[in-house]
């Protein structure tokens, strides 16, 4: 989850920002760690109760 932390504070500056949407716009699927973080994040959740 750090690395997910990590990634997502790249979007705090313009530069960061870039370099992730070049890094990721040929990918058919999401950076293995951004599944991770949402996993998390669903897993957390008061949704999945539902």
Same mark, same amino acid.
């Given at each position: 989850? /750090? *690395?997910?932390?990590?990634?997502?504070?790249?979007?705090?500056?313009?530069?960061? %920002?870039?370099?992730?949407?070049?890094?990721? /716009? *040929?990918?058919?699927?999401?950076?293995?760690?951004?599944?991770?973080?949402?996993? %998390?994040?669903?897993?957390?959740?008061?949704?999945?109760?539902?």
């Amino acid at each position: 989850m /750090a *690395q997910a932390r990590a990634y997502d504070d790249l979007s705090t500056t313009q530069l960061g %920002d870039m370099l992730k949407q070049a890094q990721t /716009a *040929q990918l058919s699927h999401p950076v293995p760690v951004l599944l991770a973080r949402e996993s %998390d994040r669903w897993a957390s959740s008061k949704d999945k109760d539902e």
